[in-house]
């Protein structure tokens, strides 16, 4: 996911610097002690509780090291590139948009996780094979300012089709479809909202209505979305973004001062299901501990951590989510979803025609 949901930077960061350093330390000691540390390469977004890694580190008796290679389009990416020579052992954070992309060119090698019957099973893939073990799910959606509407009595949108209306002009910002998982999780909505023949036309409505486009999440929602803290900082003027259903909590939990609301809504109708997982890396050079780690990422324990650092749903049978997770960021009621075959076959000619489309 984000991809992609960068709001608890601050709070773990000095965390992940140590564990990846400490975990870095073992590489040049020989084989003995690099076969102790195990590395996961991920996307920027990738958060957790320190005491609940170190925990980890101690019954496993692994040292974890982390490497963060940006958005989870362009993570994933380069670990196809590197795939022969890759930078980890695990890879956390290639989605359902991505997947079939991952998959055939081969990043990741059978393992079938330990608790793996315990994932929930709308949300299993690659069942014969089980090359990936599912993560997390959210959902992208249009996030909007609550004050920007309010103050100008101004209904926000909850669909799609509002986005399109005049009312809406030039107030929307969403992040390239190209390089962004939730960019390219918004256009693949928009492609099971209107199907083959009517999403090109709605992007058509979207781009004479002044949709702005950037890079990346990040961009997005700290620095052009006027509801978010670090926009609000910016100065930023676009009341919408696509961001996540989950986005809402995390401006209350880390808001300094705490609202005692969110300050952001969701447009319910805009929502399109994303599922995160992660697998083995085929060239790991640790696959032992590799498959030690995935087993920890459907762990109960890793599995309750994540929505507070991640903001994101988990995905084992049971895992409980945390009180305000739940209120301010519930999942959405009826997303958009697309089958993985059909985002196999259609994606790359989606994104194609789309950045002819609103790029060019």
Request: negative net charge; proline residues 6%.
């Amino acid at each position: 996911m984000s991809t992609t949901r960068k709001f608890t930077a601050a709070a773990v960061g000095l965390g992940l610097v140590t564990l990846a350093a400490c975990g870095s330390s073992g590489d040049g000691d020989g084989g003995a002690a690099a076969s102790k540390t195990v590395t996961l390469v991920g996307h920027d977004s990738f958060a957790y509780s320190k005491d609940v890694l170190k925990a980890f580190e101690k019954e496993s008796g692994y040292k974890v090291r982390v490497l963060k290679d940006g958005d989870a389009g362009q993570a994933v990416n380069k670990a196809i590139l590197t795939k022969d020579n890759p930078q980890g052992d695990v890879f956390f954070g290639v989605d359902n948009t991505l997947l079939s992309r991952a998959l055939e060119n081969g990043l990741f090698q059978p393992y079938e996780a330990e608790g793996s019957k315990l994932i929930l099973p709308e949300y299993r893939a690659d069942q014969g094979k089980h090359r990936v073990t599912p993560i997390d799910s959210g959902d992208v959606c249009v996030n909007y300012d609550k004050a920007y509407f309010s103050d100008r009595k101004l209904d926000p949108p909850t669909s799609f089709d509002d986005l399109v209306d005049p009312a809406y002009k030039n107030l929307l910002v969403t992040e390239n479809a190209s390089t962004s998982s939730p960019g390219l999780g918004f256009l693949l909505g928009s492609a099971a909202k209107y199907g083959d023949d009517g999403w090109q036309d709605y992007w058509k409505k979207l781009k004479a209505n002044g949709v702005k486009v950037v890079d990346g999440w990040e961009q997005a929602y700290n620095e052009e979305f006027s509801g978010s803290a670090g926009g609000r900082k910016a100065g930023a003027d676009r009341p919408l973004v696509v961001s996540y259903a989950s986005s809402p909590p995390a401006e209350v939990i880390y808001g300094d001062p705490k609202p005692k609301a969110a300050p952001t809504g969701v447009a319910t109708g805009t929502c399109f299901r994303q599922v995160e997982y992660a697998g083995l890396l085929s060239n790991a050079r640790n696959p032992e501990g590799g498959k030690a780690l995935v087993d920890f990422l459907i762990s109960e324990r890793f599995q309750e951590d994540m929505p507070l650092n991640m903001f994101v749903y988990p995905v084992r049978e049971g895992a409980q989510v945390p009180p305000e997770f739940a209120k301010y960021g519930p999942a959405a009621e009826d997303p958009e979803t697309l089958d993985p075959a059909r985002i196999a076959d259609n994606r790359d000619a989606w994104v194609k025609a789309w950045t002819s489309l609103v790029l060019k």
